[in-house]
Each structure stands twice: as C-alpha cells, then as structure tokens.
C-alpha cells in the first residue's frame, strides 16, 4: 500500500484518530474504576442507597 | 422489557450490562471491515490520490460530530419538556464524546487541507461552523462542571444545548448558503450520491464502525454518569448521617 507523497499527512491523520479513540476509552474505563471504586468504600462503611435500605426488611 | 422501562436508572444499567459485551464485539468486527476497506479495498482517488484515505476518518467524524449534538438536543427536550429521568445524563454522557469528534473532524480536515488546498486553514463557512460547535462543546462541559446540582446544571445545558442546535443547519447547508472552499455535499443530497461505489462502500463501512463506536462510548459513558451520581446521593446520606 503506497501512500503517496502525501503519506505524512495520512498517517497524521490515523495517528490522530487512534490518539483520540484510545484517549475516549481511557477516559470510560479510567471514570467506571473509580465510580465503582467509590461505590464500594461507600457500601464498606455501611452507607447504603435509600432504595436499597427500603428493600431490607424490617 | 418496554423502551420506557429503560427510563428506570437501575433497569438502564442492567440493560447496559447485557448489551455491552455485543457493542464492543460489533464495533471491533466494524473497525475490522472498515479498515480494511478503507486502507487496503478503496482506490487512489484520481485527483486526491491516497489523501482520500483521510476522508473515511474526515467523513464519520464529521457525521458524528453533528449527530451528537442532535442526540442532545432531543435529550434537551427530555430534560425540559418531559422530564425524562435519564435525558440529562445523555446528554452530559454525550458531550465530552461529540467534542472529540469534532477536534477529530477538525484535525483531519486540516490534515487532508493542506496537501489539497495548500493550507491547513481557512475560514470558510463550513470550518467556521465546525469551529464554532466545537466552542460550544468546550462550553458544555465547562458548565455542567460549574453547577454543583446535577438537575439544576441539566437544565442550564439544555437551554444552552437547544439556542446551539441553530448551528446545525448551518454547518449542513453552509457550502450551498456561501462561496465556500469547502465542497458541496456528495453524499446526502437530493438526486442521490456522485461519489463512486469504490470509494462509498468503504466510506460507509468505516462510518458504521464509528457509530457503534460512539453508540458503544455514549452508554458506557451514560452508566458511569448514573453511578457518579448513586456516588453524589450516598456521599449526601453519610453527610446528613453524621451531621445528625
């Protein structure tokens, strides 16, 4: 596959794309890790969701 | 399950549990045709050359650009119209995603502009509505950080989000309203494409990986947000708790 003489501004482009991509996966992932991270410090010291707490019994 | 059942925080969040692993199965065998198409399927084009390889990032993220700030008008009008429980957290879940579409549309463009236009930049009317949107991206993600209260910053963006959907039609119509550098549209118009097969049939494949892509970020972005927000309410509970 020949790129032309053009070809660093393809693979800028790529380059680019992959950069982004990977940074929006990094952000989703690294964000989920540390919202469940939270939830479980919080559920350890026995803090609970109001609708959990109304679903235990009595 | 019904669609409205979905409105339910706790049923979305098993609802995206289920789905996941399938979004990200169908984005990567997306990613996998597309590329391929893409990079080693579609011709040279006769004038452009290999650059028109640019146009299968330039086109997506263009399109997806424009598709997200739709998605969050309409998630405007849930907050504001009919009070949708999870219409504010689409469209925060939306945001930071649309923005990087544009810089993605805005950077390629460049990429693909300075070869064939001989700058990086002009300020035509389509670039200077994309800039603009981007502007207005920044903007969105700047105010749902400054209102503490996520409903009171929900309904902030929403107004924002819906005076800035104005920029739509004008970035589409742009290169017919003004003498614009930029081309006219090729692909959606009336009278049907005047793009070859050879180099639709890619541009296609590599737009649908995309939208799974962005479908696959926006619900796992949408659960994060749900749970930031389960983090806010049990943070406020221990507050009150100890403070009583």
Known sequence: MSLGPHAAFILAAYAAAIVVVAGLIAWVVADFRAQRRALGDLEAHGVTRRSAAIKEPA | ?244
Not at chain 2, 6 to 12: D, E, M
Not at chain 2, 198 to 227: G, Q, Y
Request: aromatic share 12%; glycine share 6%; charged share 15%.
């Open chain 2, 1 to 244: 399950m019904a669609l409205i059942d979905l409105a339910n925080p706790t049923r979305f969040l098993s609802f995206v549990e289920r789905a996941m692993p399938w979004l990200i199965a169908a984005t990567l065998f997306a990613f996998a045709i597309g590329l391929e198409q893409a990079l080693f399927v579609a011709p040279d084009d006769y004038q452009q050359g290999a650059t028109v390889k640019i146009m299968f990032l330039h086109v997506p993220s263009a399109w997806l650009a424009m598709f997200c700030w739709g998605l969050m008008t309409v998630a405007a009008l849930g907050t504001l119209v009919w009070r949708h429980p999870l219409a504010d957290v689409a469209a925060k879940a939306a945001a930071p995603i649309g923005a990087a579409f544009t810089f993605l549309c805005l950077f390629t463009g460049s990429m693909w502009g300075r070869p064939m236009w001989g700058t990086y930049w002009v300020w035509d009317a389509r670039l200077t509505s994309v800039l603009v949107m981007f502007i207005m991206y920044l903007g969105i993600i700047a105010l749902w950080r400054t209102v503490e209260d996520p409903s009171d910053a929900g309904r902030a963006v929403a107004v924002v989000t819906l005076v800035g959907a104005v920029d739509l039609p004008i970035i589409k119509f742009s290169v017919d309203w003004w003498n614009t550098l930029h081309q006219p549209a090729s692909i959606v118009r009336l009278g049907g494409s005047t793009i070859d097969k050879s180099i639709l049939v890619p541009l296609l494949a590599t737009a649908i990986a995309f939208t799974l892509l962005f479908v696959t970020l926006h619900f796992a972005a949408m659960r994060n947000e749900i749970l930031r927000r389960r983090v806010r309410s049990m943070l406020m509970l221990q507050a009150r708790a100890q403070g009583g």
